[in-house]
């Protein structure tokens, strides 16, 4: 299985598997589960379960008989904070990641927790793999690169 995201600025979609609850609503991200034989993330490709609202972040649970590999960055335009229209390029990680946000009491609220099973895992040239606001990675792998 491969994500694939456009390497540069004529190609900005970005290929990723994602459950999440946005800025202003409330709930908690939905699980993701993923059962194959090799996984590719390349170029900015991802898996995410993001809560930026009120609630937890899901869990992702990995299952890859043979290699998982991560590397990489895409590009995606981003708007400066002080002035909107003006826009600029910025690298978007190769990754896979679990994370929540802040409950109506802004307090933390806990990240899901991302659990691989894999024959070997390559994480290389930027990619990331995170899990935030107390949550835990589990790495049960044949051959670690």
Not at 104 to 116: A, F, H, L, M, T
């Amino acid at each position: 299985m491969l994500f694939r995201s456009g390497a540069d600025l004529d190609q900005q979609n970005f290929s990723a598997l994602l459950s999440t609850v946005e800025q202003g609503a409330s709930g908690n991200a939905g699980k993701i589960v993923l059962h194959a034989n090799s996984l590719q993330l390349e170029n900015g490709g991802g898996i995410t379960s993001r809560n930026d609202g009120i609630g937890s972040g899901g869990s992702i649970t990995l299952d890859i008989t043979g290699a998982l590999t991560l590397t990489g960055f895409g590009l995606t335009t981003a708007s400066s904070l002080l002035n909107p229209t003006i826009q600029f390029d910025t690298p978007w990680p190769s990754r896979i990641e679990s994370s929540a946000g802040v409950n109506e009491n802004s307090q933390s609220i806990r990240g899901g927790d991302i659990q691989i099973y894999a024959g070997s895992l390559l994480i290389k040239e930027g990619a990331s793999l995170s899990s935030s606001t107390h949550a835990c990675i589990i790495l049960i792998l044949s051959k670690l690169f």
